[in-house]
């Protein structure tokens, strides 16, 4: 069992940055890919970014696109979203999640194909 905590959410103006991190507990992050999701408040959980499990492939998410970076550090078992330009609509909670599929590339956007989660962080970008 993998348990996944996130840090670095908060409140930020428009057009500021924040930068996210998730660190699995107990385990290493390095066997698992890596992606983040969002949920806005009465809406879905949506895909933002996914990283491979080396690091070296990466998605996202159109509405992301240029403004967020997903990455991982190995020496310090860490998944990173670094992200810049943020604009209202950013303003959800954000959960890491990590999975072992490797697969049809349509699949990688969908929650359903990780297999833990962490708990959330709240991010507010106010305008």
């Known amino acids: 069992q993998v348990q996944l905590v996130e840090s670095g959410g908060g409140l930020v103006q428009a057009g500021g940055s924040l930068r996210l991190s998730c660190a699995p507990s107990?385990?290493?992050?390095?066997?698992?890919?890596a992606a983040w999701f969002r949920q806005p408040s009465g809406k879905e959980r949506a895909f933002v970014a996914r990283?491979?499990?080396?690091?070296?492939?990466?998605y996202y998410a159109d509405s992301v696109k240029g403004r967020f970076t997903i990455s991982r550090d190995s020496a310090k078992n860490t998944v990173y979203l670094q992200m810049n330009s943020l604009k209202p609509e950013d303003t959800a909670v954000y959960y890491c999640?990590?999975?072992?599929?490797?697969?049809?590339?349509?699949?990688?956007?969908?929650?359903?194909?990780?297999?833990?989660w962490g708990q959330g962080t709240q991010v507010t970008v106010s305008s």
């Open positions: 107990g385990r290493t992050f390095s066997s698992y890919a």
């Open positions: 990283i491979s499990r080396g690091g070296i492939v990466t």
């Open positions: 999640a990590a999975g072992s599929y490797v697969g049809t590339v349509s699949n990688y956007y969908k929650a359903d194909f990780y297999d833990y």
